[in-house]
């Protein structure tokens, strides 16, 4: 990540997520006010935000949460940690369309709890989830629609969401912060000699 950001060699991720906070909910899915695509309005820009409108007037059940709110879209507002938790974790997808995000951070919570995501192939989304077969990558509306109609017809299978939990393993503090320190250690080393 920092190598593609700064043109910093690098070794590690330093994405990481609070895996006390987000877990996927006790017994599944916790689709209880029917099927909904979350979509966060922090990072919604002139180009994002009338897609997300476009999908809600297209049939799309969408609910944003966050800073900013759509006209025309049901807006749950900005959420206390917990309650983005159940929020996201019960959602049959999050969308994170972003003018920029250095790591991705939102689909790794999303993924934490459970929960698909279709995001841009750019930046930290693309850099930390190439590969990940519970993040969809799309480049237009004509993909975003399909996506997120796909999403949003499929309820959350107990191995979806054990899925998308173990497909984000490697970001648990622990890790990169074991990684990270072996990083360091072999900088050191290499430094010494």
Not at 1 to 9: A, C, I, K, T, V
Not at 72 to 80: E, I, Q, T, Y
Not at 94 to 118: K, Q
Request: proline share 10%; with cysteine; glycine share 10%.
């Amino acid at each position: 990540m920092l190598d593609y950001l700064y043109g910093l060699p690098s070794a590690a991720s330093l994405a990481t997520f609070d895996d006390a906070l987000f877990v996927p909910p006790v017994g599944g899915s916790t689709e209880s006010t029917g099927p909904y695509l979350a979509v966060p309005t922090a990072a919604l820009d002139e180009r994002s935000g009338p897609l997300v409108a476009r999908l809600a007037l297209d049939g799309v059940p969408i609910r944003t949460y966050g800073p900013q709110p759509l006209p025309g879209v049901p807006h749950a507002g900005f959420l206390p940690d917990s309650e983005m938790v159940r929020f996201l974790a019960g959602a049959r997808g999050t969308v994170f369309l972003f003018d920029y995000e250095a790591l991705g951070l939102i689909p790794i919570e999303s993924l934490a709890v459970g929960t698909p995501v279709i995001t841009w192939p750019r930046e930290g989304p693309a850099l930390e989830h190439e590969g990940n077969p519970h993040v969809r990558f799309v480049t237009g509306y004509t993909e975003l629609l399909a996506a997120a109609r796909s999403l949003a017809s499929s309820p959350k299978t107990p191995e979806v969401i054990a899925g998308c939990r173990a497909s984000i393993e490697r970001y648990r503090p622990a890790i990169v912060a074991g990684r990270l320190i072996q990083v360091i250690a072999e900088a050191r080393a290499a430094s010494v000699r």
